[in-house]
C-alpha cells in the first residue's frame, strides 16, 4: 500500500534545489512529484530545467515519471519569469480569439515543456460572472459560459500540443463566489438548474473533449451537497463528476493547505476524505514537508485498514500512473538545448 498511496500526492517544498527528503520519498515512490511555486524557481532558466531533471531523476529511481507542476495560468498566476511567455489574463486572452488563445497555449506549453514541467495547472473554467470576485474575475475566459468554454478549450488544447498537459479548474465551478478559500470557505447557493445551464457548462464541455485532468474546488454548493466543499464530496466528486458527466481522467483536489480546508480538520483527515470523496491527486503546497509525510502515512493506514478505501487508492493511483507515463518531464540540458527548443 504504501508505493500505491504514494502515487496519490504531489508536494511543495522551500528552496530553490530539491531537497533531500524530498529526492528520498520521490525515490521509493511516495510521493508522485512536486509543484513549484515562485520560491522554488531559480533566475537562470537552465537551473530551473536542472531542478526539474533532478525531480525527474530521482523518481526515475522509482520506476515511474513524477508530475513537476507550476501554477502558470497568466496574468496574475505566473510563477515563472521571462523567457517564458508573459501572457495576458484569460479574460483578456479570450478577446482575441480561439486561434490567438491556441497559439499562446502552444507556445507556453512548449516553454514549460522545455523547462521539464508537466502540467501549469491551467486552464480555468470557472466564469467570470462576478467581476469583484477575490478569486477569478480576470482568470477565467470569459463572463459568459459559452465565452469561458471557447477560450479553456482552445487554450487547452494548445498546452497539449505544446507537451504538456491541461488541469481544468476549479470544479464545479469557483467563479461565482464572495469569499476567497485561500482564506475561507465559500458558499454558492444557486439551485441545480442554474448550476447546470452556467458553471458546469465548461466542465461538461471539457470532459467531452477528453481533458487529462480536472481540479477540485474548496467550495459547499448545497443544491449538491449542503455540508461539504467540492474536494471532500463524493455527491460531487464521484456521483456528478465520474458517474453523470463521464469524467475518465486525473482528479486534483485543491491545495488542502488553504483554509478553507485547513481551519477545519488537519492535513491527514483532509487527504483521507478527499481521496474517498474521488480525488485522485492531492496537492500540498506548503513549503513544510511534514504535512505530506503526515498526509501520505494517514493515506496508508487508512488504506490498509479499510478495504474499499484500499480499492478507491488502487483506482486513483492507477489514473495518476497512466497520465505520469503519458507527459513524462523531459527538461533541456544544456543551453544549446534550451536554445534549439526556443528558451535563451
Not at 475561507?184 to 473533449?209: K, S
Not at 477545519?264 to 480525488?279: K, L
Amino acid at each position: 500500500m504504501r508505493r500505491v498511496c504514494g502515487h496519490l500526492l504531489v508536494a511543495g517544498f522551500a528552496g530553490t534545489s530539491l531537497p533531500a527528503s524530498m529526492a528520498r520519498a520521490l525515490a521509493a515512490g511516495e510521493r508522485a512529484g512536486v509543484i513549484l511555486f515562485r520560491r522554488n524557481v531559480p533566475t537562470d532558466v537552465l537551473d530551473v530545467a536542472s531542478l526539474t531533471r533532478a525531480t525527474a531523476e530521482a523518481a526515475s529511481r522509482s520506476g515511474e515519471p513524477p508530475i513537476v507542476a507550476v501554477d502558470q495560468e497568466g496574468g496574475r498566476v505566473a510563477r515563472l519569469g521571462p523567457p517564458v511567455a508573459g501572457l495576458p489574463p484569460a479574460l483578456a486572452l479570450g478577446e482575441r480569439g480561439p486561434a490567438a488563445v491556441e497559439a499562446a497555449g502552444a507556445t507556453l506549453g512548449s516553454q514549460l515543456a522545455t523547462l521539464g514541467f508537466t502540467t501549469p495547472l491551467a486552464p480555468v473554467l470557472d466564469i467570470g460572472t462576478r467581476a469583484d470576485s477575490p478569486v477569478i474575475g480576470d482568470r477565467a475566459f470569459g463572463a459568459s459560459a459559452e465565452a469561458a468554454t471557447r477560450g479553456a478549450l482552445a487554450f487547452a488544447a494548445g498546452l497539449r500540443a505544446g507537451g504538456v498537459f491541461p488541469c481544468g479548474k476549479h470544479f464545479p465551478g469557483h467563479g461565482d463566489t464572495t469569499a476567497d478559500s485561500h482564506l475561507e470557505l465559500p458558499v454558492v447557493e444557486h439551485e441545480r438548474a442554474r448550476l447546470d445551464a452556467v458553471e458546469l457548462a465548461p466542465f461538461r464541455a471539457a470532459v467531452a473533449a477528453g481533458f487529462e485532468a480536472l481540479m477540485t474546488a474548496h467550495v459547499v454548493y448545497p443544491a449538491l451537497d449542503p455540508r461539504a466543499p467540492a474536494t471532500l464530496s463524493r455527491a460531487v466528486a464521484t456521483d456528478l463528476l465520474r458517474r453523470e458527466l463521464g469524467f475518465a481522467g486525473v482528479l486534483f483536489s485543491d491545495d488542502l493547505e488553504m483554509k478553507a480546508i485547513a481551519a477545519r480538520m488537519r492535513v491527514e483527515e483532509a487527504a483521507v476524505a478527499a481521496v474517498r470523496a474521488g480525488c485522485d491527486v492531492v496537492l500540498l503546497c506548503a513549503e513544510d514537508e511534514e504535512a505530506p509525510a503526515r498526509a501520505y502515512d494517514a493515506l496508508v493506514v487508512e488504506a490498509e485498514r479499510d478495504a474499499a478505501f484500499r480499492a478507491r487508492c488502487e483506482e486513483a493511483a492507477a489514473r495518476s500512473v497512466a497520465l505520469r507515463r503519458r507527459f513524462p518531464p523531459r527538461p533541456a540540458r544544456d543551453r544549446a538545448d534550451l536554445a534549439a527548443r526556443g528558451l535563451r
